[in-house]
């Protein structure tokens, strides 16, 4: 997708609430999808993946949604906690034959409010 | 299991300088990857190795840009000479072949 630069797309909520982050991605034949947490300082952490043949994977506290008609990936975090707060990116990859590699989204800075 | 180890963390140079930077990955992985990460964007692959072999470099600025895989094991990034928009983070992320990236830190890079 397009980089928005500094001005990256933020969502604020409250603690104990439920975060939903969304991501568009780009190509219709990619078929494994990341999710990424990146920590001020810190390189990004593997959150949860799914491929193309599911469309829902439920990891602790967090589930991914794969809607590959419209090509939309979200992350729904279950009440979400302080350390929550970080910029999650999700990643795309084509499958092999294409030769491509994982493809980043510009992310979402998660705030969470006390 | 350890992490991805890079260094240094942080450095600062002028333009026209040159730079290079370290990186070890997960014991036992093929796959290593050298990503750059300007301020508010997301990672961008720069390099991706499989192996002491290169699979993909399509965006490695190769007129000043540099990577090699020492026996499939650590790795090296140059920036020769470095540009004011070479200003960015960069990563290494290991894994192994059709698994996820195991990121290291980065090193912050900046170029004055």
């Known amino acids: 997708g397009e980089s928005v630069g500094l001005h990256l797309p933020t969502l604020s909520v409250q603690e104990g609430d439920n975060s939903i982050i969304n991501c568009a991605y780009s190509?219709?034949?990619?078929?494994?999808f990341i999710w990424y947490k990146q920590e001020s300082g810190k390189g990004p952490q593997f959150i949860i993946d799914?491929?193309?043949?599911?469309d829902k994977r439920q990891g602790q506290r967090v589930t991914v949604l794969l809607n590959k008609t419209v090509k939309h990936l979200s992350l729904q975090i279950a009440a979400t906690q302080p350390g929550d707060s970080a910029v999650y990116f999700c990643a795309e990859k084509p499958p092999d034959n294409y030769g491509q590699n994982f493809v980043f989204g510009p992310g979402t800075r998660l705030s969470v409010l006390p | 299991e350890a992490g991805v180890a890079q260094s240094p963390r942080y450095k600062i140079i002028e333009k026209r300088q040159s730079v290079a930077f370290w990186c070890n990955p997960i014991?036992?992985?093929?796959?290593l990857y050298w990503y750059q990460q300007i301020l508010g964007q997301g990672p961008k692959l720069l390099i991706q190795?499989?192996?002491?072999?290169?699979?993909?470099d399509s965006q490695l600025p190769k007129d000043r840009f540099s990577a090699e895989r020492l026996k499939g094991v650590d790795s090296t990034l140059k920036i020769q000479p470095a540009k004011l928009e070479d200003s960015a983070v960069y990563l290494c992320?290991?894994?192994?072949?059709?698994?996820?990236?195991?990121f290291g830190n980065g090193t912050r890079l900046t170029v004055t």
């Open positions: 190509n219709s034949a990619s078929d494994y």
């Open positions: 190795f499989q192996n002491n072999g290169v699979v993909d």
């Open positions: 799914i491929r193309s043949n599911m």
């Open positions: 014991s036992g992985h093929a796959t």
């Open positions: 992320a290991s894994s192994p072949i059709g698994s996820p990236l195991h």
